[in-house]
């Protein structure tokens, strides 16, 4: 049963710690998309990768966040200097793309990391 | 700007009641809409719809788009309690790349 994996499910931090989120996408996927979700936002997109390049980070506050994927099973979001606005649940998805166009546009979400800054 | 929005953003009903869920997008290259339902967990897919008129179906649930009104619709008929979610309509752009934009969601409710 194939399924996109995120660690931790649960982070709590202090204001001013670093967070790392990981990430590992269905086996096979060449996509990966990082989303945060609020109450008040709803679903953002933060980056999205394809082929592990980076495709799009302009949803990512640049100076404190960084996306990367070090190898096509782990992708990790970093936060640092963390701060209590960063409070959300953060997404992983993946999918697959073929010779530039998608085989589906479906993504298929991991179970999220739910962070809380204090 | 890409915007999805949906309407209502909260509804409650009666089990066994029809619901009618509203997704409308402006969209530059628009290439398709998925419906998700998401309860106390991650997103799962629904739907993908592409074409305009035609009417894809799973269960009590339904969905069709209408590319003239830029509009979508997911129907569920006899709702259940385990309807209960937040229901997600999220807009494919022909990038190649599956960018969704998401709309806010609608919380359903289905008290018994």
């Known amino acids: 049963d194939a399924r996109v994996t995120q660690t931790p499910r649960h982070k709590v931090t202090e204001m001013g710690q670093e967070v790392t989120m990981r990430c590992q996408p269905i086996l096979g996927h060449n996509t990966v998309f990082w989303y945060r979700q609020t109450m008040m936002q709803g679903l953002e997109l933060l980056a999205y990768f394809r082929n592990r390049a980076p495709l799009d980070d302009s949803g990512m506050p640049k100076d404190r966040f960084s996306a990367e994927m070090p190898d096509a099973t782990l992708a990790t979001l970093k936060i640092q200097p963390s701060e209590p606005r960063d409070s959300a649940v953060y997404f992983c998805?993946?999918?697959?793309?073929?010779?530039?166009?998608?085989?589906?546009?479906?993504?298929?979400f991991g179970p999220g990391t739910r962070l809380t800054v204090l | 700007e890409d915007k999805v929005v949906q309407s209502p953003l909260s509804l409650v009903v009666h089990e066994g009641d029809t619901v009618t869920l509203n997704c409308s997008y402006e969209v530059t290259n628009f290439r398709s809409l998925l419906w998700y339902k998401q309860e106390k967990k991650a997103p799962t897919f629904l739907f993908m719809l592409t074409s305009s008129g035609i009417e894809k179906k799973s269960g009590r649930l339904s969905s069709i788009l209408d590319k003239k009104e830029l509009s979508s619709i997911l129907n569920i008929t006899a709702t259940q309690t385990g309807d209960s979610a937040i229901y997600l309509c999220?807009?494919?752009?022909?990038?190649?790349?599956?960018?969704?934009?998401f709309g806010q969601g609608t919380r359903l409710t289905i008290n018994p």
């Open positions: 999220a807009v494919v752009q022909s990038q190649g790349a599956q960018k969704l934009v």
């Open positions: 998805a993946s999918g697959l793309v073929r010779d530039g166009a998608a085989t589906t546009d479906t993504q298929y």
